[in-house]
């Protein structure tokens, strides 16, 4: 069966919206928009995250369409992400420690959303004491050595090239509302904190090297390191996120420290991985002819 032949046998604009995703190249893309340009469903699955990822990128990279009403489409897609850019909502569960030797108080998950979505989950974050009793909130970093010394990676760190107080303001938003759990009564205890930093849920980069590492950049305010693209058995890829060992059933297993909440949000991180490691690769590719091709000229001098 033939790849057109295949597109026809599809009825459905998620099914759609899976291909577009993951077949960005310029020929899919323009069959797939002959595909569903006539179909009354668009307007309301435009808005399903896949689609819009897709769409996200089609644009950034001025890929063309095959006729006229492109400027429509365009303009619906843009509507629909303004739609859905939001403002950030924590959510943030706290275990109290009960050991009085440690300075560390309490353990938290926090959870990183839209007021109606949840999207990023971030597990072993610290609560500690300092000797003023004031608090300190720690967010999970990945503990190596170099050189004979242990030196760490933040494995989540917040910025933003157009508001440079933004970073800032992220941890204290969470801070605040992991102590305010804290100071709840109980020894498992709870908050949320609505705010008004914005927050697209659908704005999903990244960047990865040519050595498969790198971090994925996320909402507009937050930044995921130590990113890995594994090759799986099938000699394909899978996007590996920071993860720690934990002993369950008397088994030890992986654990994501950092997780996203939906299979939707994972496969656009994975797509904004596999995007960027291409480019890369290809860049490295281009870089290394160039050299050789330079060498080759110097030496027939």
């Known amino acids: 069966m033939t790849y057109e032949e295949y597109l026809e046998h599809l009825n459905n604009l998620d099914t759609f919206a899976k291909i577009f995703l993951f077949d960005s190249t310029k020929k899919s893309l323009n069959l797939i928009y002959q595909s569903i340009k ?23 990279d001025q890929v063309g369409f095959i006729d006229e009403s492109q400027n ?19 959510k943030v569960n706290v275990v109290k420690l009960e050991n009085e030797n440690s300075k ?14 949840d999207c990023i989950k971030i597990s072993n974050v610290r609560l500690y ?28 760190t917040f910025s933003n090239k157009f508001n440079k107080e933004l970073p800032e303001i992220m941890k204290n938003t969470i801070s605040s509302a992991v102590i ?3 100071k709840e009564e109980g020894k498992v205890t709870k908050f949320e904190k609505e705010t008004k930093i914005p927050f697209d849920p659908t ?9 498969k590492k790198g971090s994925i950049f996320f909402g507009g ?21 920071p993860s720690r060992e934990i002993e369950k059933d008397g088994e030890k297993k992986y654990e994501d420290i950092i997780a996203p909440l939906s299979k939707e949000l994972r496969e656009a991180m994975t797509l904004a991985c596999l995007e960027s490691y291409k480019k890369n690769i290809i860049k490295s590719a281009e ?9 080759e000229n110097q030496e027939e001098r």
Request: aromatic share 8%.
């Open 203 to 211: 704005n999903v980069n990244a960047y990865i090297s040519e050595n």
């Open 129 to 156: 004491e300092r000797d003023n009793n004031s608090y300190f909130v720690a967010l999970p970093e990945k503990e190596y050595e170099k050189d004979g010394e242990k030196k760490y990676i933040e494995l989540v």
């Open 72 to 90: 429509n489409i365009s303009k619906t897609i843009k509507k629909e992400r303004k739609k859905m850019k939001d403002e950030l909502k924590v």
């Open 180 to 182: 305010s759990a804290y």
């Open 104 to 117: 560390i108080k309490a353990l938290a998950t926090v959870i990183i959303g839209s007021k109606d979505l």
């Open 221 to 241: 305010v937050m930044q995921i390191n130590n990113v890995f693209l594994n090759e799986g058995k099938e000699n394909n890829m899978y996007l590996s996120l």
């Open 38 to 60: 006539n179909n009354k469903e668009f307007e309301s699955a435009v808005s399903s995250l896949e689609l819009l990822n897709a769409c996200s990128y089609m644009l950034n």
């Open 287 to 295: 870089a290394t002819e160039e050299n050789t091709q330079s060498q």
